[in-house]
């Protein structure tokens, strides 16, 4: 499991896929805002030659920018900026375990359930199915998808789109249309990014379908870590006032939380295991 670093932490050398070490050198640069090779190697238990290739390969993709020795966070601060989705899904790993275990014990026998493409989502949905959940799923992400269809307990519905870029996620119609004629117990919904007033993605296309999927529940539950928090993004997917809680992780500061908790939201915080 990837664990958040902090500077001067020194890992074992372990072998680990390069989206689990690009993962930690962004969470790494999140909270130091620049590091050497030398710092990363040690950090992460990589070689200095192999971090040197992740640094490159982040730089192509806008990620960060290069420093003589080392590398630091770009500083754009471009509003339709995300990380790939492979990366992603290794970035807060641990609480985004935590949140999706708080969610899935939230979920009763029978119900319905939406569940929007998010890498917390996911893990909410892989929760689910170690509990043997009899539901009814509606997910517009191929890998929820694939995770929901391995259990006997689950009805899954897929309800179809255009395959966005670099992702697992349909978008648009039919899916959209589905999702209008639905009245379904839950939504779990994934964000790119919220402050005290709204949530909010990085794409158009992506905010009307989550949109839909607000619509088609009787209930919304947002799951997002706490390092999203103070991200305002290029589109506002709703306000506060829309939904009806927020499960994030416990490093939620607390001025945050009381700013959240005063307009009526309900706020749960998971936290992560210990690691091994």
């Known amino acids: 499991m990837a664990a958040r670093m902090t500077q001067g932490t020194r890992s074992p050398r372990v072998e680990r896929i390069p989206a689990q070490r690009q993962a930690m050198i962004?969470?790494?640069?999140?909270?130091?805002?620049?590091?050497?090779?030398?710092?990363?190697?040690?950090?992460?238990?990589?070689?200095?030659?192999?971090?040197?290739?992740?640094?490159?390969?982040?730089?192509?993709?806008?990620?960060?920018e290069r420093t003589h020795g080392g590398a630091a966070l770009s500083s754009g601060g471009r509003a339709s900026f995300e990380v790939d989705s492979a990366i992603a899904g290794h970035i807060a790993r641990s609480e985004k375990e935590?949140?999706?275990r708080r969610a899935a014990a939230l979920v009763e026998p029978g119900q319905s359930v939406i569940f929007d493409s998010s890498s917390t989502v996911l893990e909410a949905a892989r929760a689910i199915v170690?509990?043997?959940?009899?539901?009814?799923?509606v997910t517009?992400?191929?890998?929820?998808?694939?995770?929901?269809a391995a259990s006997r307990s689950v009805r899954l519905i897929v309800p179809g789109g255009s395959l966005r870029a670099g992702s697992p996620t349909l978008l648009g119609q039919p899916g959209e249309r589905f999702l209008g004629d639905l009245h379904a117990d839950?939504?779990?919904?994934?964000?790119?990014?919220?402050?005290?007033?709204?949530?909010?993605?990085?794409?158009?296309?992506?905010?009307?379908?989550?949109?839909a999927m607000i619509a088609a529940a009787a209930r919304t539950l947002v799951l997002a870590d706490?390092?999203?928090?103070?991200?305002?993004?290029?589109?506002?997917?709703c306000r506060w006032s829309e939904v009806d809680g927020l499960?994030?992780?416990?490093?939620?500061?607390?001025?945050?939380?009381?700013?959240?908790?005063?307009?009526?939201?309900?706020?749960?915080?998971?936290?992560?295991?210990?690691s091994a």
């Open 26 to 64: 962004l969470e790494h640069l999140q909270q130091s805002q620049a590091a050497s090779l030398q710092e990363l190697s040690k950090s992460i238990g990589a070689s200095v030659s192999t971090i040197r290739r992740d640094l490159d390969e982040l730089q192509a993709r806008g990620y960060l």
């Open 140 to 148: 517009n992400d191929l890998g929820i998808a694939q995770l929901l």
């Open 98 to 100: 935590a949140i999706g």
């Open 186 to 211: 839950l939504t779990l919904l994934g964000a790119h990014g919220f402050d005290e007033a709204v949530l909010t993605e990085t794409t158009i296309d992506a905010v009307s379908t989550k949109r």
């Open 247 to 274: 499960i994030t992780d416990s490093a939620l500061p607390t001025e945050r939380q009381r700013a959240l908790r005063e307009q009526g939201l309900g706020i749960e915080l998971a936290r992560p295991e210990p």
């Open 130 to 137: 170690a509990r043997g959940l009899p539901i009814t799923a």
């Open 226 to 237: 706490s390092s999203k928090a103070g991200i305002r993004s290029f589109c506002t997917i």
